[in-house]
């Protein structure tokens, strides 16, 4: 059996990456959430004139783990300014990762948290970090078996809804 790739998005991708980021979204949140706010945050956060403009923003880099060819899921990371809170130049932000509904529970997530700590370590971070929803219990758990731990908090809006993200880091060696 193939075994899943990592890759670099480009700007080609754009238009897969905002399927795979709506269907993705959905299946983490759509049921925690009312149905105004979920369109009205995928509206806003998955446009494709937005995901282009990350897609080129310097500092923040899109991966894909693939089966031929097909997208199983998606990481986000992000360094320098491109980091959603300030953390310094010695720090990468994890932003996303999400893995499709039907591959879930298969390590995929850990392939993609493996690579950017590796990713982090190469390039001479000392920290990783990222901002996980405080009502997604699987999530949590899986940060905390990798060894992250939680150092602050930050909001984040959902249509009408504004919630709270736990911030999570950990150090590397």
Known sequence: MATPKIRQLTLADAETLQALSVETFQDTFAAQNTAANMTAFLTSAYNLPKLKKELQQPGSR????????????????????????????????????YIRPTQKH???????????????????????????WEHNEPAKRFYQKWGFERFNQHDFVMGTDTQTDFLLKKALQ
């Open 62 to 97: 899109f991966y894909f783990i693939e089966l031929d060819g097909q997208p199983l899921g998606y990481l986000k990371l992000n360094v320098d300014p491109a980091q959603s809170e300030v953390m310094g130049a010695d720090n990468l932000e994890i932003e996303r990762i």
């Open 106 to 132: 298969q390590g995929l997530g850990s392939r993609f948290l493996k690579f950017a700590i590796e990713l982090a370590k190469s390039e001479g971070k000392t920290g990783v970090w990222l901002g996980v």
